[in-house]
């Protein structure tokens, strides 16, 4: 019998019954859950490392790379003194896909969907970022300014948070560290 937790579809009425049939295609366990899983993370990490360098080698980048596989180019080094975890870094940014659309960005008022025009506030490894913008603003100091390469698994992974966002997309941010304030 319907609940009543969401509204009457219209065909229905009070009191009617809905009969699901169901299907069990497969069960898998825990462990074998998360080895497919881990599978398809090592796979989809080695396809974004092909593609960021095809990507590279088209456009004569030639980005930094770290252990987690973030790729990074330093366009200007800031004079401040490196970032670390705790300290709050102070932000502008541009973010866009493989292809150059821009889904977001806290400087054109066209595209920041609403929001004031001040730099993004990032508490620094207090993974309040998506795992690529965390690791790439420590990467920095202020007054930098770098384009961080962030292939799908430290970015949005397999889900998409949005349209403009495919599943598994490597996205590129462009970034300027406006200011620091260190951990008390």
Same mark, same amino acid.
């Given at each position: 019998?319907?609940?009543?937790? @969401?509204?009457?579809?219209?065909?229905?009425?009070?009191?009617?019954?809905?009969?699901?049939?169901?299907?069990?295609?497969? #069960?898998?366990?825990?462990?074998?859950?998360?080895?497919? @899983?881990?599978?398809?993370? +090592?796979?989809?990490?080695?396809?974004?490392?092909?593609?960021?360098?095809?990507?590279?080698?088209?456009? &004569?980048? %030639?980005? &930094? %790379?770290?252990?987690?596989?973030?790729?990074?180019?330093? @366009?200007?080094?800031? &004079?401040?003194? @490196?970032?670390?975890?705790?300290?709050?870094?102070?932000?502008?940014?541009?973010?866009?896909?493989?292809?150059?659309?821009?889904?977001?960005?806290?400087?054109?008022?066209?595209?920041?969907?609403?929001?004031?025009?001040?730099?993004?506030?990032?508490? +620094?490894?207090?993974?309040?970022?998506?795992?690529?913008?965390?690791?790439?603003?420590?990467?920095?100091?202020?007054?930098?300014?770098?384009?961080?390469?962030?292939?799908?698994?430290?970015?949005?992974?397999?889900?998409?948070?949005?349209?403009?966002?495919?599943? &598994?997309?490597?996205?590129?941010?462009?970034?300027?560290?406006?200011? #620091?304030?260190?951990?008390?």
């Amino acid at each position: 019998k319907f609940l009543g937790v @969401q509204p009457l579809s219209p065909f229905m009425k009070s009191g009617t019954y809905l009969i699901y049939q169901v299907s069990l295609v497969s #069960v898998k366990t825990a462990a074998d859950y998360k080895k497919e @899983q881990d599978a398809k993370a +090592v796979s989809q990490k080695d396809a974004d490392d092909k593609t960021l360098q095809e990507y590279f080698a088209k456009n &004569n980048i %030639k980005a &930094n %790379k770290t252990a987690s596989g973030l790729y990074y180019t330093i @366009q200007s080094e800031g &004079n401040g003194t @490196q970032i670390k975890a705790g300290d709050t870094a102070y932000v502008n940014y541009t973010g866009k896909t493989m292809d150059g659309k821009v889904f977001d960005s806290n400087t054109d008022p066209a595209i920041a969907h609403g929001r004031p025009m001040k730099p993004l506030e990032i508490p +620094v490894g207090a993974h309040a970022m998506i795992p690529g913008m965390d690791e790439g603003i420590a990467l920095l100091k202020k007054g930098s300014k770098a384009t961080l390469y962030l292939p799908s698994g430290l970015a949005y992974g397999p889900t998409s948070p949005g349209p403009g966002i495919n599943p &598994n997309s490597i996205l590129i941010f462009d970034v300027e560290v406006k200011d #620091v304030k260190s951990a008390k």
